[in-house]
């Protein structure tokens, strides 16, 4: 609270005091002045007076009041835009100090990158100078080589003349030698070839023999294997079978079935059946009582398709 607002109730009471001090003033006065002039009034015409004086003294103290809302009001008023102005100012004071911040960063970073650039200027140069001598050294290393490499090849054409007159004589010598070598080789190479040739006629002869032997033995065995895997088939379905009562001897019926490699059944037909209905619905409930059938003893035994003639004993 400011100095001013702690004031306002003291003036507040002294304005009282004096307003209570006019009013009573003029209360009494008009009492004496009323005594002298005309008789006594009632009571009644001074409380009405002393009523309209109590109004005007609020009308006053809120006239009053008013005026010091007023001056609180601008005073705070006055209050927020010293706090608005100081804060303003801060705000200016932050955007130049950032202002100042950015721009040191800049002038560092501009600092930095002429270093970099003149610290790469540098290495350039001196990979260049590098680069250069190293050429030098090259081409001079280049030119001494090639001043060997004439030298060696002088001596090496004047030893390759020497080594080809040797060489020439040492050939034709070897001409004549494998000359006749080849002669005796070529001789030994069709007696071997007329040799290898009737050998490899007799070998194919045996060996055509022995797989048309083997082929007639798999085949026997795969037979024999397809007569037991058949035989079974129908030894399942014969004890699974029920004779009809009026079954007869020697009824019998063609029997078609597709199965899976696990032996369950796709599909049957039971067909030219010489029994009674009775016994070839007897037939047809004994094939399915027996799946699954018996599996194949081999992959090239089984028959997706079996035809079978079911003739119970």
């Given at each position: ?17 004096v307003?209570?001090a006019?009013?009573a003033?003029?209360f ?8 002298e ?12 007076a002393?009523v309209?004086d109590?109004?005007e ?9 008013r005026?010091?809302?007023k001056?609180r009001e601008?005073?705070l008023?006055?209050?927020r835009r ?6 303003q100012r801060?705000?200016?004071?932050q955007r130049?100090?950032e202002?100042r ?5 800049q ?5 930095k990158r002429?270093?970099e650039?003149?610290r790469?200027a540098e290495e ?8 250069q ?11 001494e080589?090639e ?8 001596r ?5 003349r020497?080594?080809?007159a040797?060489?020439?004589?040492a050939?034709?010598?070897e ?6 070598e080849?002669?005796?080789k070529?001789e ?7 040799e290898?040739?009737?050998l490899?006629?007799l070998?194919?002869?045996?060996d055509?023999?022995?797989r048309?032997?083997e082929?007639r033995?798999?085949e026997?065995?795969?037979n024999?294997?397809?007569l037991?895997?058949a035989d079974?088939?129908k030894?399942?379905i014969q004890?699974l ?13 063609v ?5 899976t ?7 049957f037909q039971?067909?030219?059946c010489?029994g009674?209905q009775a016994?070839r ?5 004994a ?11 081999s ?5 997706r398709?079996?035809?079978f ?5």
């Open positions: 609270m400011s100095e001013r607002e702690r004031r306002i109730p003291g003036s507040l009471a002294a304005a009282l005091a307003n209570a006019a009013i003033l003029i009494f006065g008009f009492q004496y002045t009323d005594r002039m005309r008789p006594a009034s009632p009571r009644v015409e001074s409380v009405k002393t309209v109590t109004a003294l609020g009308r006053a103290e809120e006239a009053k009041r005026e010091e809302e001056a601008a005073e008023a006055r209050q010293e706090q608005e102005a100081e804060r801060r705000a200016e004071k130049e100090e202002a911040r950015k721009a040191e960063a002038r560092k970073a501009e600092e002429a270093a650039e003149k790469v350039k140069r001196l990979a260049e100078e590098k680069r001598a190293e050429i030098r050294r090259q081409r001079e290393l280049q030119a080589q001043r060997e490499e004439r030298e060696a090849a002088q090496e054409a004047e030893e390759r020497k080594r080809e040797a060489e020439a004589k050939k034709q010598a001409a004549e030698r494998k000359a006749a080849a002669r005796r070529e030994e190479e069709v007696r071997r070839l007329a290898q040739k009737r490899s006629e070998q194919a002869a045996e055509a023999e022995l048309e032997a082929a033995r798999r026997s065995e795969l024999a294997l397809r037991r895997y079974s088939i030894a399942r004890r079978w029920r004779r009809p009562a009026d079954a007869r001897s020697g009824d019998r019926c029997v078609n079935v597709t199965q490699p696990a032996g369950y059944i796709q599909d039971v067909t030219r010489t009674n016994f619905i007897s037939v047809e409930d094939v399915r009582r027996a799946e699954p059938l018996p599996k194949a003893p992959p090239d035994v089984f028959e398709e079996l035809r003639t079911f003739a119970p004993e």
